[in-house]
């Protein structure tokens, strides 16, 4: 049962166009979101976040929108640049004690073409 | 430097053998987790631990075993219990109980096994 699903596995951007990565979620208890890089043979690095209270936001070039009703959110990166050229995961935590238990997407390699 | 460092980043197994994964890391976070990537997937969380001394499963739990004596390290065992142990195997930690704040990674370690 995925709970979180990044359905499309690649993506491929011309250099200074926009990139728009794409997750939906089924688990209406999430209420934070994450995007995560990932570079090979690497581990992920946080990217951006967004609150359930919130439906936007922006951090330089990379803006996160969130539609709680559809159960979606998208990463959009503007203009993309060749280092931009990555794996993202999108992933989603839900009010509960403890530790940061996400829950995360399948990722979606991006690559940006010059 | 703070972060968290894993080792080996390679690592070869024969069939039936059990091998550790080394974890440590220097941010003086509480919290620490390891995850699975296999290809196409998302990373799915093995173990958690929120504090020494204490630990909890993960959603792939089966055949990996934990320990966290010490506050700074966070070993995980791959058992010949593990039915498909050949994977990327990331180490995380965070802060602590906010289910706010991102993960950091480790650089991650690739088990095979032969």
């Known amino acids: 049962d995925q709970q979180v699903k990044q359905n499309s596995p690649s993506l491929s951007v011309q250099e200074g166009r926009i990139s728009i990565l794409n997750c939906d979620y089924t688990?209406?208890?999430?209420?934070?979101f994450l995007w995560y890089k990932k570079y090979p043979a690497e581990g992920p690095t946080f990217l951006i976040s967004?609150?359930?209270?919130?439906d936007k936001n922006e951090d330089g070039r990379f803006t996160v929108f969130l539609n709680k009703s559809a159960k979606h959110l998208s990463l959009h990166i503007v203009p993309s640049q060749p280092g931009d050229s990555a794996v993202y995961f999108c992933?989603?935590?839900?009010?509960?004690?403890?530790?940061?238990?996400?829950?995360f997407g399948q990722g979606t390699r991006l690559t940006i073409n010059p | 430097d703070g972060g968290i460092t894993q080792s080996p980043k390679y690592l070869f197994r024969k069939e039936g053998q059990n091998v550790t994964l080394s974890c440590e890391q220097n941010?003086?976070?509480?919290?620490m987790y390891w995850y699975r990537q296999d290809p196409g997937q998302g990373l799915r969380l093995i173990y958690y631990?929120?504090?020494?001394?204490?630990?909890q499963k993960g959603d792939i739990a089966e055949g990996y075993s934990v320990s966290r004596e010490k506050k700074e390290s966070f070993p995980l065992t791959v058992t010949s219990a593990q039915k498909n142990p050949t994977a990327f195997y990331l180490c995380?930690?965070?802060?602590?109980?906010?289910?706010?704040?991102?993960?950091?990674f480790g650089e991650g370690s690739r088990l095979t096994v032969l």
């Open positions: 688990n209406s208890m999430f209420d934070y």
């Open positions: 967004i609150s359930s209270i919130k």
């Open positions: 995380a930690s965070s802060i602590g109980a906010t289910r706010t704040g991102e993960l950091f």
């Open positions: 992933a989603a935590s839900a009010r509960s004690q403890g530790a940061q238990k996400l829950v």
């Open positions: 631990s929120q504090i020494v001394n204490d630990f």
């Open positions: 941010l003086n976070h509480d919290a």
